[in-house]
């Protein structure tokens, strides 16, 4: 298959061009296209064989569901059982970076939920994703556009190196603004509970909902995650990558990466402007400043593909603390280095 790339300008959409992948959704086929968080990898969501592709095209555990993206709150009503009127509230975050899950509808086919009783729903800010959906008319079911295990795409670039031949179409509208994933909470128990920890953080959400919690597997890793997709290995560079947390980390990180190169590996460095002279024999990616983690968590997967594009055997990072959108950085992170976090 032929893997077409359309550029699509957010400030003047092009609406042939929505036309064309709308098209493809509604005749069953899958379309990558940008989010304010990452790359999804689109299907029709009320289709279930076209839902079904996606499991296919990204080698996706078929227990793990899906997220519906909606271009509208009012598209709700046929997708979810019931919302709690106190739920509500979190519905002046939307459009933005925030998954919902409530009771599934009867409409709602069996590969979106992968057999579970409940459906996540998202409803995103990027013009481009809520322009395609409208078009469409339909609910597009996507998960991160990445062969799985591999770090979410950020750019048209990244999800071409993993879906070329794969898939038909990629809209490219250029680099996501946030790049990690939305928050997802659970509004189908007893009480909103993050599954993932995303742009929108707990300490953020409790001061909307003072009984939202973190799943247990957030707070003690030794809990099984009720959210399937965050059992898995995910996020992967080619490379090892090692985390390090606490004082005079830089300084700590120069010496190892000395260490691995007198032993002839290829070792990349991500880490904050504030360090960046120190490492001017090195690969380096900048992770932006310490005092401001939004652009940590916009460049951190492009960066793991960045290293792997470099052909870097080990990859040595600055890690952060555990709270605000430290926590949410830091769940990507210590999966992409398979726990090799390491508190000095
Ligand atoms: O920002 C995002 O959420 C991106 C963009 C494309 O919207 N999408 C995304 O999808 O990250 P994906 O499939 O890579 O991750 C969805 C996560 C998985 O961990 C999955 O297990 C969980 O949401 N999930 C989906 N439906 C669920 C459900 N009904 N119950 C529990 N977890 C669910
Ligand atoms: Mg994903």
Do not use: C
């Not at 968080?37 to 990204?58: C, H, M, P, Q």
């Not at 599934?104 to 959906?133: M, Y």
């Amino acid at each position: 298959m032929k893997t077409e790339i359309l550029i699509i300008d957010r400030e003047n959409i092009n609406k042939a061009y929505i036309k064309k992948a709308a098209d493809l959704i509604k005749e069953g086929a899958l379309v990558a296209f940008p989010t304010e968080t990452v790359y999804g990898l689109g299907a029709d969501g009320l289709n279930n064989e076209a839902s079904k592709k996606i499991f296919k095209a990204k080698g996706r555990p078929a227990d793990n569901p899906l997220i519906l993206h909606i271009s509208h709150i009012s598209m709700l009503d046929n997708l979810v059982e019931e919302i709690s009127e106190s739920h509500r509230k979190l519905f002046d975050l939307w459009p933005g970076p925030m998954t919902l899950i409530f009771k599934k509808s009867r409409l709602i086919p069996e590969a979106v939920t992968a057999g579970g009783d409940t459906v996540a729903i998202r409803f995103p800010s990027d013009e481009i994703a809520r322009a395609l959906i409208s078009e469409a008319n339909t609910p597009i079911a996507a998960p991160s556009a990445n062969i799985s295990g591999r770090p979410s795409p950020t750019k048209a670039d990244d999800v071409y190196q993993d879906m070329d031949g794969i898939i038909p179409l990629i809209i490219d509208g250029g680099e996501s603004n946030i790049g990690i994933e939305s928050t997802v909470i659970d509004l189908s128990g007893e009480s909103p509970t993050i599954l993932r920890p995303g742009y929108y953080t707990y300490e953020f959400l409790k001061e909307i909902l003072p009984d939202m919690r973190l799943d247990d597997s957030l707070v003690d890793s030794t809990k099984i995650p009720k959210s399937p997709g965050q059992k898995y290995k995910h996020y992967a560079p080619k490379a090892n990558l090692r985390v390090f947390i606490g004082e005079n980390v830089p300084d700590y990180l120069l010496d190892l990466a000395e260490e691995y190169k007198s032993q002839g590996k290829k070792v990349g460095i991500l880490a904050f402007d504030e360090d960046k002279d120190k490492f001017a024999s090195y690969p380096y990616i900048s992770l932006g400043s310490r005092i401001d983690l939004s652009t940590m968590s916009h460049v951190l997967f492009s960066s793991l593909r960045e290293m792997d594009r470099l052909k870097v055997d080990i990859i040595l990072a600055e890690g952060v603390r555990e709270n605000h959108l430290g926590k949410s950085i830091m769940n990507r992170m210590k999966k992409a280095a398979a726990n090799d976090v390491n508190y000095i």
